[in-house]
Structure formats: C-alpha cells, structure tokens
C-alpha cells in the first residue's frame, strides 16, 4: 500500500498555527520598497528619483509595524530583534489588499536611533500610521518617538510622533503639537488572540500579498551587471525578499494552545525567534482595524433611497 504523509517546511509541523500552503499561496509581489540609503538621500537628483520609487496610489494608506527589542545594561547584544515592517492597503471593494513591500531588522540598536529610524522610514514612505507594541521594552521607544529627533546622518530633524487615540491608557506626557499617527498596541490575551486570527484570515483570504522568495527573485537581475560584481548592491537588492522568508520561517516555526478563555496563543520553539511575525502581525491588526471603521462608516453613510419608497 502506498503510505501518503504531509509536507512541511523545516520545522512546521502539525501543531503550527501557520501552515506553509497558506502563506507560500501570498507570496505574489515581485517589487520591493527600498528606502534610501545615507549617499543617496545627500545626493539630491539620486534621493528625488528614489522617492518616486513607489507612487502612493489614490485611496490608499501605508502602515508601520514595529516591535521593539532593546539591550540590557548588562548585556551589549539583544537576544531579539527590532524590526520594522512596511505595509500598502489597496482599496479593494469594501476592503484593502495589504501589500507587505518591506521589512529590515536590527540588533541592539539604541532607543533613540529606533525612534529616529522608524521617523525616516514613516517620513520616506509616505506612512499614514505606525502601530507598535507599547509593553516592556516597547515602552522606552514610544517614549522617544514622542521627542523631537535628528539624524545626523543625513542632517534631518523629525518633529515628535505621538498617539493619534487619546483613549489609549499609556503612563507618557506626550506633547500636544506632535504628529498624531500612533497606535498603541497592549498585547493582553484578547488582544494577541484577535492579532493571531485575523493575520490567520489575511493569509486564507490571500488579503495579504507577500514578496516572492528571494531565489525566484534572482532571476530579475540576470542581465544586470553590478548585481554580479557588487556584493553591497546585490545584498540590499535581495534583503527585503530574504527578510520576507525569515519572517515566515518564524512564523511557521510557532505553536500555539487554546486557553480555558477560548482565546488562541502561540509560542515561538526554544531557540527561536518570533520578531519578525510580531511586527508584521501587529501591522496586519492595525490593517484590520482601519478596513472595519472603513466599513462601519461606508455602511452607516449610506442614507435610504426615499425615491424607492414612491
């Protein structure tokens, strides 16, 4: 008899909330973001031509993910990384199609050079809102972003990002005037519960359209000649699609058990990381939240047709 057994991805198994089938079905975009490097955001031509790169389509809105690691003052390397994901929502009907066109991470950078970071980013991609996880060491970065910044990289001051929901139960004195485009995210249990469902629905759906695999990648760049002989140009060209199979390597590498409360959690393996699926998670619930008061505003704007009633 022929025994048939299932396929996975190097450490997927059954008990993977995530499944390979589900994920590899979005992995459709063949463009990535890139954000400018220092030399090319001081040549003024060069940074004028970059920023047209991906043109900001009418009705649409772009997202920052972030979650946030930190050192210890003990400790001069985080055991976790920050990362920063970039997210397009492309009206679509009643709803967005979320492009996730760029993801970078970072290990141990400093507090205040995330804060400015994730500014240049929001600021060079024409971001709407940023989300990021507001507990533990989260908290220190907010707390930064709601200063004022300079990058003396490039000689660019940022004006404070600061919460756009004043509900938000967050122990910071924001200053008034700063630039309202925050969302705070507190990962209680119901919380992380709704974050790991609609990412679960986003990927079923196919809502979330991924950037294809970074070997499929290559074959763009065939004929260009500095990509063969730059290893500095070729590793950043193909950064954001490595990027996108680390992250669902994490993703694929979590577990997850139902609470007595009925709520779904998940756990990364001993051993490995979940930053990356934290960040794009955490921009897939802010992504869902913007397309249902979307859709709650669109329903309640709609008046009756009184001259169906004659």
């Given at each position: 008899?022929?025994?048939?057994?299932?396929?996975?991805?190097?450490?997927?198994?059954?008990?993977s909330?995530?499944?390979?089938?589900?994920?590899?079905?979005?992995r459709?975009?063949?463009?990535?973001?890139?954000?400018?490097?220092?030399?090319?955001?001081?040549?003024?031509?060069?940074?004028?031509k970059k920023?047209?790169?991906?043109?900001?389509?009418p009705?649409?809105?772009?997202?920052?993910g972030?979650?946030?690691?930190?050192?210890?003052?003990?400790k001069?390397?985080?055991?976790?990384?920050?990362?920063f994901?970039?997210?397009?929502?492309?009206?679509d009907?009643?709803?967005?199609?979320?492009?996730?066109?760029?993801?970078?991470?970072?290990?141990?950078?400093?507090?205040?050079?995330?804060?400015?970071?994730?500014?240049?980013?929001?600021?060079?991609?024409?971001?709407?809102?940023?989300?990021?996880?507001?507990?533990?060491?989260?908290?220190?970065?907010?707390?930064?972003?709601?200063?004022?910044s300079?990058?003396k990289?490039?000689?660019?001051?940022?004006?404070?990002f600061?919460?756009?929901?004043?509900?938000?139960?967050?122990?910071?004195?924001?200053?008034?005037e700063?630039?309202?485009?925050?969302?705070?995210?507190?990962?209680?249990?119901?919380?992380?519960?709704?974050?790991?469902?609609?990412?679960?629905?986003?990927?079923?759906?196919?809502?979330?359209?991924?950037?294809?695999?970074?070997?499929?990648?290559?074959?763009?760049?065939?004929?260009d000649?500095?990509?063969?002989?730059?290893?500095?140009?070729?590793?950043l060209?193909?950064?954001?699609?490595?990027?996108?199979?680390?992250?669902?390597?994490?993703?694929?590498?979590?577990?997850?058990?139902?609470r007595?409360?009925?709520?779904?959690?998940?756990k990364?393996?001993?051993?490995?990381?979940?930053?990356?699926?934290?960040s794009?998670?955490?921009?897939?619930?802010?992504?869902?939240?913007?397309?249902?008061?979307?859709?709650?505003?669109?329903?309640?704007?709609?008046?009756?047709d009184?001259?169906?009633?004659?």
């Amino acid at each position: 008899s022929l025994t048939i057994t299932k396929m996975y991805w190097y450490g997927e198994n059954e008990n993977s909330f995530f499944k390979s089938s589900e994920i590899n079905d979005c992995r459709v975009l063949k463009k990535a973001y890139y954000p400018l490097t220092d030399d090319e955001y001081r040549n003024e031509d060069i940074k004028k031509k970059k920023l047209k790169q991906m043109p900001k389509l009418p009705g649409e809105i772009r997202l920052i993910g972030c979650d946030i690691a930190v050192c210890s003052t003990t400790k001069k390397v985080s055991n976790d990384n920050s990362v920063f994901t970039l997210m397009r929502l492309l009206p679509d009907g009643d709803g967005y199609k979320r492009e996730v066109v760029h993801i970078e991470s970072y290990n141990g950078m400093d507090v205040d050079d995330q804060a400015t970071r994730i500014k240049r980013l929001f600021t060079e991609f024409q971001a709407d809102k940023m989300i990021i996880d507001a507990q533990g060491v989260g908290y220190s970065v907010l707390s930064s972003l709601g200063k004022s910044s300079y990058d003396k990289t490039i000689d660019e001051h940022y004006e404070p990002f600061i919460p756009y929901d004043s509900s938000t139960n967050v122990d910071i004195e924001f200053v008034e005037e700063g630039k309202q485009v925050i969302y705070v995210f507190k990962g209680y249990e119901q919380t992380n519960n709704l974050t790991i469902t609609f990412l679960k629905n986003a990927f079923m759906s196919k809502k979330i359209r991924l950037l294809i695999d970074e070997n499929e990648k290559k074959e763009d760049f065939e004929k260009d000649k500095k990509y063969h002989t730059d290893g500095e140009y070729k590793a950043l060209k193909m950064l954001p699609f490595i990027q996108t199979s680390q992250c669902i390597f994490e993703t694929l590498n979590l577990e997850y058990e139902v609470r007595p409360t009925g709520n779904i959690a998940i756990k990364e393996k001993s051993g490995h990381r979940k930053d990356r699926y934290s960040s794009l998670a955490y921009t897939n619930y802010l992504a869902q939240l913007i397309e249902d008061e979307e859709y709650r505003n669109k329903r309640n704007n709609k008046s009756p047709d009184f001259f169906m009633l004659f």
